[in-house]
Structure formats: structure tokens, C-alpha cells
């Protein structure tokens, strides 16, 4: 079958809406008779909440309501649980209002529902909090410390969990033996999401029929249904339909079951009326889930050879103050896991300690937990390397994992299924001239400028997941994924899928591939995502998993549709189903090709069925239930070019180029713009942004004013191309490609401005490397020279 | 709550008679007292430029402006700029070139980029860079945005006179 669109760079069909302004986003919706919704937060951190006095408030004109978590408790609603456990786990309650003790600030004391968005937000203001601050704590290592203020009064020791994956005794006499050994002590900075769209929720409930529907900033509503359904306000499945309509970038931080959407459906009912409410950017930087925020003793051992023989490494991961959706398996299973990366380590040790602590919680944030392993693993390298006196490239060259060693086991549980990862290193290499960049950089040192090169390879594993694997390591949830194929009697075709797009393209990328299926035009099929009320069911988008495993379903949906669609045109054209075609967008007798009938016909005779099989069900759609078989793993090299100036203590990037490996390439003009997008996240955790806490567990940078997000002018024209491995097991051999960038451009961008720094006799900075740090850093070491 | 002004604006060549709170924002006057949600609310702090519309000609963050101060003044927001059947070249380049990916903080950018173009129609990458400092984009990296600005300066210095929307 050759393919009219696979490999396309199509434009978007989604574009339209979204630069004629026509998008339509939660907050865009309003509906008759809807109330509005703000919250009173805690301005604290830690508190004992005496009392709550809304009288005030509720005399405000236009006030409807003012709700309480005593009031919601009363009323059956239970807490928000978490969706993976680890055996020994601690989960707290956490109630979507607080009741007792505000946790962290932005904690939900009270809801105030008023007649508009204004007049909730100024009652919010008059409800009256009698708040006994309590000692905080914000960092992870303090939460640890005996004595700390507990989070939870029955978690004393705030330790949430501990997890550990490998060998221990093994990695501890590798160490033992080791020619050389590195150690570091990193701290992995805490991060904002920082989607462009604020979250925002709007239910509606119906009297007559007890249905209710929520709106909701989500990239996976039927998550949602069954946390709230089940779990938290036991409303029959049935009879709650969530919609994630329009939804402006998600990055993980849309994953979560968050209070707010607990709130507004019960204050629809409550009221009878529809209720909204939508974020401030200030509510966003304090409520949705953190990424990141690690403090990791990381250590790599090498034999004489400059093989590594082991990795070993302690993280103390912050949780926050609660636990939400994926939180514990984001710094355990996605992190522990793939610290071999793309190399032979035989031995690998990971202990995580994960307390709780006074802040917002923290829960997958693009990549979410293979950038913190990626950036550890690489830094490793880049100083190791050093201490051989060996180019960074070459050592890494040395230990890759070889192409015939796939299917490749890790001692960190994973199996590769399938990598070419030399000659991927060596396309980038080629293509930004490494051994001329070098040269350059040699030169320019001399003239008093400081270039670094930080040239990473990375592998990720993605495509979220084997149900039964995961189920049996802690998930809560499947993570097969499901796809409905549905064609009209005039051959168009519907597109169902349970994943959900939210600037991924798939409205064009999914078409794309069921039009080269079916041989259709692709402007004849339509993806739907996002509605609970729609499509069989699903697990969403994240973990780069809508193409590998959304699509897979699709895919093999669609072959359903094609072999019956062989039996119609078999019945038709009088012949045996073993000897239709499917050409040129026709269905006909092999070596008789004016006996043929085109889809239309096909479709048309499956929905009359008057000249139609005896033995086959009128009608033309499929369903299909895909659970992968592994993980797929997507791979790549990355390398960035930054000059550092000495007297500013200012990073610029100079040149980013990367080469990609997610197999085939469905669409390269949306494939690419994914990899240019996570590479500016992942450059922005390595250069400008950080969720600083003060010791009272207030947040810092809780703005754009202060939290810096990457800019234009932050960032170049990226180089970029891509080397082919397919998967081995899916239908198109297709991998992720969501979160490549983001997993490998800390770790490039933060070796590039070490290495710009090694002059210096820097051997390690945390990040973000803000002029401030760089120069106090070279200022220190200058002085120091000065002093011997 | 203070008493309501009464306010006469021009937008998208429509002249709009409103009372309005005196506290209330362009933006929230656009979206939701006429219903033109094409223009979005990104930040509380003016730095997202979401909410970038045109009044007057001039590029504006309406999340800055008090809607009374927008009292006889001539407003162009996304939806005045040009439709599926005739987009602005601006348009034409972001769809072209894959300029958005969520979609959000496109219009601003795109308001943004119309009016730089309209002050600059052939800037260098380094002066498109500077000038959509104001506009964040948490989708692109600015990569093909970059790219749509240089399509549409581009397209549009292949016409007869600057195509102008205001």
C-alpha cells in the first residue's frame, strides 16, 4: 500500500480556529443562568484553621454561596486519592476543601460562588480566616530532619514512601573495585508547568435526569469521570460526562483530578445552576502540580578501559503536600528506571526517599522523571570523562549499548527493544562539526571567550504502557488505549480516540494515517478526542503515548473496517474475499481491475445492505482495544553551543541542534515542532526558571514577574533531523516524541555551560545557571586564583 | 462596585455603545461583555501578552487597559483580522508554517506580529526575536514562529502597499 499522507508535513487541520480566534477553550463557555466561582486560599503555608466566619460574604450582593470542607465532608465528598501506590505508601487525605490545617499556600479554605467572577473574587476577600500559623517546611531534605514540622499529623516523619530498584551489593563492590569513581551532588530544580491556559472548570447539572457535565482543562477527561465517580463523590458513572474541550497546552500539569472540579460540580447542584471557575496565573503558580525538585547524591565507577561498571544514586524526591494522580510514580519507575540510558552500565543502584513538605504538589511535568534521570546520567558522564582526560563524545562512544545488542536488558528492569544509538551519535556529530566546534572553542579561549559544548546522547521510554506491567507496579489504572473507526453511508469517517490533544496536532497526524489506510481523502475523516459522552473510553495523553499507543488502536480499528469492507466488495463483485485488493482506493478482483468498487460503494451498501453477505452484521465501524506489548524508546543526540561572558555571568545560546529518533515520522512539520518546544522547556529549567521557596515554605517566584519563562529572544533556530529505528512491536513501528526534547535539552544545555565554566575550575553548578549564579561562580574562583 | 460609565468603542468596525464597571479590563470587556473570546487571559501580571489586540493602530496588552480608557477608540482584536476564507497574511504565515501548536497565546502573537510588521515589514530574525519578547509561547520554542513572522513579511512585501487592519 503506498502512503499518499504518512510522512507528510501536512498543515494543521486544526489551525483555522485557533489563528481566526474561534478556538473554543473552557473559559470561552458560558451558559444561561451561570454562576462563577473564586476561592480563599491560604495565605500560609502551615496553619491550624480556628475558624471560618463567611457572614460577611454571604451579605455581599450577588454572593450565592459560600462552601466549606466540613460542609462537603458532611455532604458524602470524599478526598482526591492518588492513582499509583507503592506497597508501604502513605496517603493522607486530601480534600478537595481543606478541613483542619491549610498544607501549603494556595490550599482551598473556603469557596465563595457568586452571580460573576468579580463579585466571587471580591467576597473571597471578606471571608474571615482565623488562621494559627504553624512552623513549615519546603524542602525535601528538611522535611527529613528529626524534629521537622509534620505535614500530616499521622505521616510524623513525612516520609510518604521509599523505593529502590537494582543491585545493591553488586553496584557497592563495583564501586569497591572501581579504576575511578565521580560523585555529585545535584540538586534537580523545581519547575512550574506553566501551560499558556490557565485550568479552568464548568459544570453543569441536570435535575431532571441527575446528570452532570463538566468542562474541564484536562488531557484526560475519562480519568477524571472515574476518580470522581468512583472515589471522591460517588456519582454513577453514567451519569457524569466530562469534556475537555479546546485545552491550551497541558505538559502534565492537566493530568491531575484537581479540587476545583469537585468544587463547581457540587456547587452546581447544590444550586442548580451552571458554575465556572478559571485560574489566575498567580492560582496556577500555587496549585498546579509542581515538576521536578530532587536532591541527589549521584556516582559513577569505571574500570581502567573507561567502561562504566556502575551507577549509583540516593534522590530525596519533594511529593509536596498531597499526593496527585502519577506523583509516586514519577521520581520511582519513570526515573530509577532509566538510568542506564543509552549505555552498557552492568550495574545500577536507586534509592528514593519522598517526603512530604509544605508546598504545592509535585507530579509529572513533561518527561517527568527521564529529564531528572537524563540530566543526572549525563552530567555524570560529562565529569567523568574530564577526570579520564577523554573527549565527552568519546567516552560516551565507548559505552554505548552496540546495535546488535537489541533486545537489550538493563539491570533497571527495562528491555530496549530496538536502538541504533552510534550512528545517531554520528549523524549530529557531522552534521554541527564537532571536531571544528571544538576548535573554534579552543581558539576563542584564548581571545578570553568562553564557548562550551555539551553533546548528550538520551534514550526515554514512553508510550505509556503494558497494563499488566504497570498494574503489577503500582498503577491504579490501565493504560491500554482504545479507538472507535465509524464510516457514514457517503464513506466519511469518524475518528474516536481516548487520547486528547491539546496542541499535538493529532487532528492532522491521526487522519493522516486512517485516510492511508482506508485510501481516502484525508480531508474524509475527523479525529474525535475529549469527550466522555463520545468515545468508548480512554486513558489520555501524556508519557508520549497518544501516537505509539492511541494510534496503534486506531490503526488496527481501521483494518478491521478494510477486511470487511473486502467481504462487502467480495459479495458484489462475486468473488472470494481472499482474492479483493485494496488499490488505488479501490476494492477489486486481483488481476481484474475494472472489477472494482470504491470505498463510497462500500460504505453505501454497508449501511442499505440490500445486495449484502447473509452471514455478515450490516453497518461499517470497529472498535479496537490496543495494550502494548513494552514501552517503545525513542532515542536521539543533542548538542548545545552557549558562550558565557565572564563579566556578566550571562549564558547565551548559540547553537542548538538535535537528532531525533521516534521511528518513522508521521507528520515532520508536527514531529519537529514538538522537539522545538520541549527543547525550550528543557532549556528553560537549565537557564531561567525555578519555583524558589523561602524556609517558611512561601513561594518566591509565584509570577511571571518573577519566574522566567523562556523567550524569543532566548532561543536560536534549532538544527534538528532525524535517523529512523522503528519500533518492533506496533502496527506502524512508531514511537513517542512528546517529551524527547524536554529529557534532552537540560542535560545538553547544562554541560554546555559547565564546560564553558571548566576554565574557571568549575566543576559543577546547580541550575538554573542565572547570570547571578554564573558570575558569583567565576567570581569566586577568580578571587581565589587572586588569593594563591 | 462603583457606578457604570457609559462607553462608545469601534470594534472590528463595529460601533458598540456599553455601561461598564469603571474597574473592568479591555480584556474582560472584549470577552465577556461582547462575547469576542479570541482574545485570551494568560497572566495577571501583563507579561503573557495573550490578550494583545490593536487599539488605535498600536499594539496593546488589553489585560493593561481599563475598558474606559478605551472610550472612543477604535479596537481590532483577532477576530476583526481576517476569516478562514481571507486570513492576513500573519494568519497565513502561523498556519503555513506551523507557528502554534495549543493555539492559546496565538492570537496575541499574532496581533503582535501584525503590528511589527506594520512598523517594520522586513525585520531581521533578531529584531522579530526583540519584538515578541512581550508574548510567551509555551509550545513552539518560537522556532516556526519565527518562521511565520519572515512568510508573512515576506507575502507581504510581494503586494502592492502593506495590507492594514486597522
Sequence with gaps: MANKFFGKAMKRVEDPRFITGTGNYTDDMSLPGMAEAAMVRSPYAHAHIKKIDASRALTYPGVLAVITGQEMKDAGINGIPTGWLHPGIKTPPHYAITIDKARHVGDIVAAVIAESRQIAEDAAQLVEVDYEPLPAVALGSDALKPGAPAVHDDVPDNVCFTWSIGDKAAVDAAFASAYKTVKLNLRNNRLVPNAMEPRASLAQYLKASDEYTLWTTSQNPHIHRLLIAAFIMGIPEHKLRVIAPDVGGGFGSKIYQYPEEIIVLYAAKKLNRPVKWTARRSESFVTDSHGRDHETVAEMAVDQNGKITAVRVDTIANMGAYLTTFAPAVPTYLYGCLLAGTYTTPHIYCHVTAPFTHTTPVDAYRGAGRPEATYLLERLVDVMAHELGMDPVEFRRKNLIPPDAFPYQTPVALQYDSGNYEANLDKALEMVGY???????????????????????????????????????????????????????????????????????????????????????????????????????????????????????????????????KKIAAHLLEASPDDIVHEDGKFMVKGVPDKAKTFFDIALMAHLAHNYPADLEPGLEATHFYDPKNFVYPFGTHIAVVEVDPDTGKVKLLRYLSVDDCGPVINPLIADGQVHGGIAQGLGQALLEEAVYDKEGQILSGNFLEYTLPRADDMVQIEHDHTVTPCPHNPLGIKGIGEAGTIASTAAVANAVMDALRPFGIVHLDMPYTPEKVWRAIHGSRLAQAAD | MADKVHIKVVVNGVERHSEVEPRLLLVHYLRETLGLTGTHVGCDTSQCGACTVHVDGQAVKSCTMFAVQADGSSVTTIEGLGSPGSLHPVQEGFWEMHGLQCGFCTPGMIMATVDLLNKNPNPSEAEIRHALEGNYCRCTGYHNIVRAVQYAADKMAGKVGVAADD
Design chain 1, 435 to 565: 571536531q571544528d566546534l571544538r576548535r573554534q572553542q579552543a581558539e576563542l579561549r584564548k581571545q578570553g571567550r568562553y564557548i562550551g559544548i555539551g553533546a548528550i546522547t538520551f534514550i526515554e521510554a514512553c508510550g505509556l504502557a503494558p497494563s499488566a506491567l504497570v498494574g503489577s507496579l503500582g498503577a491504579q489504572a490501565g493504560q491500554w488505549e482504545s479507538a472507535l473507526v465509524r464510516v457514514m453511508p457517503t464513506g466519511k469517517v469518524e475518528v474516536f480516540t481516548g487520547t486528547h490533544s491539546h496542541g499535538q496536532g493529532h487532528e492532522t497526524a491521526f487522519a493522516q494515517v486512517v485516510a492511508d489506510e482506508l485510501q481516502i481523502p484525508v480531508e474524509d475523516v475527523v479525529l474525535v478526542h475529549g469527550d466522555t459522552g463520545r468515545m468508548p473510553y480512554g486513558w489520555g495523553s501524556y508519557g508520549s503515548r497518544s501516537a505509539p499507543t492511541g494510534l496503534s488502536a486506531i490503526v488496527l480499528a481501521t483494518r478491521k473496517i478494510t477486511d470487511k469492507a
